[in-house]
């Protein structure tokens, strides 16, 4: 871990103010990312990366400094986002916002890129929990599968695992919706 992260950790536990605006600034964007990829909907991305810090802040006192800050903060939000997700499955709710047609014109190429982009984030969110999750911290956020085994709290051959499944549906999954294109 880094000195300062070991300096931030050290004022955040005695009790500086300043400290967790620091920690919520730094790590506000990647933490809203995370939960808006899982979720699709960008209140329950606010809440649940706002809950993240609130998690974060009051379990402070737990946090293994072994592990990277950031590392932690994406297993809370993570944790958050299965859960909700959980919920959400169980109760029937649609997880992806509706879209509305754009009147404007538009030209061809772009009218298929926005429909291929419309098709990937579709098929993400069709993947199993566990597999979205390891895709997109490995796909969006660039994390090592030895970080994402952390997070995921979990080894790293079944973060391997769920990732080469994930990119094995997507590809039988746009591989259809390419065709009827």
Same mark, same amino acid.
């Given at each position: 871990m880094k000195e300062a992260e070991l300096a931030l950790i050290a004022r955040l536990r005695q009790g500086d103010q300043s400290a967790f605006d620091t920690l919520v600034r730094q790590h506000q964007k990647d933490l809203f990312r995370l939960a808006y990829r899982m979720t699709q909907n960008v209140e329950d991305a606010k809440d649940l990366s706002?809950?993240?810090?609130? =998690?974060?802040? =009051?379990?402070?006192? +737990?946090? /293994?400094? =072994?592990? $990277? @800050? +950031?590392?932690?903060?994406?297993? #809370?939000? !993570? $944790?958050?986002?299965?859960?909700? @997700?959980?919920?959400?499955?169980?109760?029937?709710?649609?997880?992806?916002?509706?879209? &509305?047609? /754009?009147?404007?014109?538009?030209? @061809? /190429? *772009?009218? *298929?890129?926005?429909?291929?982009?419309?098709a990937v984030a579709e098929a993400v969110a069709e993947l199993p929990p566990?597999? =979205?999750?390891? @895709?997109?911290?490995?796909?969006?956020?660039?994390?090592?599968?030895?970080? #994402?085994?952390? #997070? !995921? *709290?979990?080894? *790293?051959?079944?973060?391997?695992? $769920? &990732?080469?499944?994930a990119v094995a549906k997507l590809r039988s999954q746009l591989k259809g919706s390419r065709e009827s294109l």
């Open positions: 706002q809950e993240a810090f609130l =998690r974060a802040y =009051r379990g402070l006192g +737990s946090f /293994d400094e =072994r592990s $990277n @800050l +950031s590392t932690w903060l994406y297993r #809370i939000t !993570m $944790n958050l986002c299965l859960t909700h @997700l959980r919920q959400h499955r169980s109760s029937g709710e649609e997880t992806l916002p509706e879209t &509305y047609a /754009d009147p404007s014109p538009k030209s @061809l /190429d *772009e009218l *298929e890129e926005r429909e291929v982009q419309r566990q597999q =979205r999750a390891t @895709l997109l911290l490995r796909v969006h956020h660039g994390l090592p599968y030895r970080e #994402i085994a952390e #997070i !995921m *709290e979990t080894s *790293e051959g079944t973060v391997r695992v $769920n &990732y080469f499944h």
